[in-house]
C-alpha cells in the first residue's frame, strides 16, 4: 500500500475504487466503496477522488466518535462521503456556493441516506450579502455568510 493513516482495509477499498475509475465510467451516478456518487464529469470526479480518498488529504484523528466538521466548500461532497466513512457517526455541517454543484451535493447526501449532514448553499466570508464567485470561466452572484 501507500504511506497514509487510512486503514489497510480502507487503502484496500480505495485503490479498488481508483482502478474502477481509471477506465471509462459508463454510468452517472457510479457506485464506489458503497456509495451511489453523481459526478459533474470524468475528470473532476477522478482528481476529487484522488485528492480526497488516495491521498486522504482531508484526513485528521479524533477519539470522539461523532465529531463536529465544518466543510466549507463541499464542491459535490466527496469530503463528506469520506468523512462519513471515516467517522459514520460524525456531524457534518457543508458549504458550498456554486448552485450547480451544490445540487450535486445534495443529490449526493440524499442517494445516500446520510444522516446529520446540514447542507448550506452560501460562501463562508469576512461578511453577509452578495460576492462575486469565480468558478472556471464562469462568473456569478453568490450568498455569502458570516
Known sequence: MWETPLSENLQ?????????LCRP??????????????????AHLRWLFGEIF?????????????????????????????FKKLYQNARIVAFEP??????????????NRLSDVELHSVAIGGHSGQIEFFFAIRRRKVQASK
Do not use: W
Open 25 to 42: 465510467i459508463p454510468t452517472n451516478p457510479i457506485e464506489l466503496l458503497g456509495y451511489k456518487i453523481s459526478f459533474m464529469g470524468e
Open 98 to 111: 456554486d448552485p450547480a454543484t451544490f445540487a450535486t451535493l445534495r443529490q449526493n447526501v440524499v442517494q
Open 54 to 82: 488516495m491521498d486522504a488529504s482531508y484526513f485528521f484523528h479524533t477519539d470522539n466518535d461523532r465529531p463536529l466538521i465544518f466543510d466549507c466548500g463541499s464542491n459535490i461532497g466527496m469530503s463528506v462521503l469520506f
Open 12 to 20: 484496500k477499498e480505495i485503490v479498488s475504487a481508483y482502478e474502477r
